[in-house]
């Protein structure tokens, strides 16, 4: 027998949060528009609707005004602005005179080396049989 009851297997009584009490808007001229939608389509209760439909767009525009955005200007930037420039890749660079001749299907020139001729291992043509 267990003498004593694991602290898992407790049981607590909860304790019931408060209930926030929300202000209802019943006024104003988006209220009016969305109960009257509301009559229209024949909502069995069209202020109640109205009243959820109000508080989603309020929280949707609140969201929407708390996303960061960027702004894409065409300007030349001002003289105390200054201009990021991104980081330079630890990728070394192949200099155009040991780049394999192909070209992808995109029409850019194959990015890798050559080796013992004019293209490297994926674009050389095999003489020997």
Not at 2 to 9: A, G
Request: hydrophobic letters at 35%; a positive charge; proline letters at 8%.
């Amino acid at each position: 027998m267990l003498k004593e009851i694991p602290s898992w297997l407790r049981i607590t009584q909860r304790v019931a949060k408060p209930r926030v009490v929300r202000e209802e808007p019943r006024s104003g001229p988006v209220w009016e528009r969305l109960v009257e939608a509301a009559r229209n389509t024949g909502h069995a209760e069209p202020e109640k609707l109205a009243t959820t439909m109000l508080r989603a767009r309020e929280a949707a525009l609140k969201l929407q005004k708390d996303r960061p955005c960027l702004q894409v200007t065409t300007l030349p930037p001002k003289a105390h602005e200054s201009v990021v420039q991104a980081p330079k890749s630890d990728r070394k660079v192949i200099h155009n005179a040991y780049r394999c001749k192909a070209l992808t299907l995109e029409g850019r020139r194959c990015p890798f080396k050559r080796q013992g001729g004019d293209f490297c291992k994926k674009h050389h043509v095999a003489t020997k049989i």
